[in-house]
């Protein structure tokens, strides 16, 4: 059996996706790239020479898999104005970044690329700065910090958001992990 080469990928609202890669145990590459970078990386000759004797496998954040956008229709109802425009951009962001995560999936898919979608809500946010990301479950938002010490990463140069988003997607995660994670989500879909 190949070992793996994980590439995690958090779309953005804007061009800008996060990108993480994980490989023998250690993170090897945190960054944002515009969208049409990220499809050259992943089509570049680079990555698939790098690939000699490995398995790629993309995780994706994937947007489309959870349903809602506003809270409520009771919530929505009662808000203000300047609450409900609030909550109106919020949904025009989540548009863009459903959209861009549909692009990286039909891409994945015309390329043949072994990818796994996960859904937002399949994740945790690090809400308290200063607790250890080892107690969240793919954490996102979490601080340049929390970062360095969980993964090992150096602490310059300075890791975007995006970037340690995708990156969590794929550190530490094993061969039977993702193999059940992938089972999970074929089974959603049967």
């Not at 080892?134 to 975007?160: E, V």
Request: hydrophobic share 40%; with cysteine; proline share 5%.
């Amino acid at each position: 059996m190949k070992p793996l080469r994980l590439i995690g990928i958090d779309p953005g609202s804007s061009d800008r996706c996060g990108v993480g890669v994980y490989m023998n145990g250690k993170l090897e590459h945190v960054d944002s790239m515009e969208l049409w970078e990220l499809f050259e990386f992943l089509n570049g000759e680079e990555l698939h020479s790098a690939l000699n004797g490995f398995e790629l496998v993309v995780v994706v954040e994937n947007p489309n898999l959870d349903s809602h956008v506003f809270r409520s229709k009771k919530t929505t109802v009662n808000m203000s104005i300047g609450d409900f425009r609030k909550e109106l951009a919020k949904a025009s962001d989540v548009g863009k970044n459903k959209g861009i995560a549909n692009a990286i999936i039909t891409f994945l898919q015309a390329k043949g690329i072994i990818f796994l979608s996960v859904a937002p809500s399949e994740r945790q946010r690090a809400e308290n700065p200063k607790m250890r990301l080892d107690f969240y479950r793919m954490p996102t938002k979490s601080t340049h910090h929390q970062f360095c010490i969980r993964t090992g990463w150096p602490a310059l140069p300075k890791t975007n958001e995006h970037g340690r988003d995708a990156a969590m997607l794929v550190f530490g995660l094993t061969r039977p992990a993702l193999n059940l994670m992938m089972q999970k989500a074929n089974q959603k879909k049967v």
